[in-house]
């Protein structure tokens, strides 16, 4: 069963590793995820590789957008690519 809401504090994240570890966490990806960009894709657009919310609420990104410049990038157009598989899922950047 999806959930109605996730949402994760990308204001506390310090490393590249720290995001993918709170993404692997929060969004129940498998045991076996890669913890790269390609993996995180993979998980997101499959219901059994993940628990995509309705809504995935992102707190903190302007912070993650200075720490992080290259992963926050990344993680924008992944889950704006998202948009185009799964309309049944809707991001909201905080």
């Given at each position: 069963?999806?959930?109605d809401l996730i949402e994760?504090?990308?204001g506390t994240i310090e490393t590249s590793?720290?995001?993918h570890l709170m993404l692997?966490?929060?969004?129940q990806f498998p045991d076996y995820y890669g913890?790269?960009?390609d993996a995180f894709w993979d998980c997101i657009r499959d219901d059994e590789q993940s628990s995509m919310p309705?809504?995935?609420r992102l707190r903190g990104w302007d912070a993650l957008q200075r720490r992080l410049p290259r992963d926050?990038?990344?993680l924008?157009?992944?889950l704006d690519d998202l948009a185009n598989n799964r309309d049944e899922v809707t991001v909201e950047w905080a």
């Open positions: 069963m999806r959930p994760l504090d990308l590793l720290d995001l692997r966490d929060r969004l913890e790269n960009w309705t809504t995935l926050a990038k990344l924008r157009k992944v």
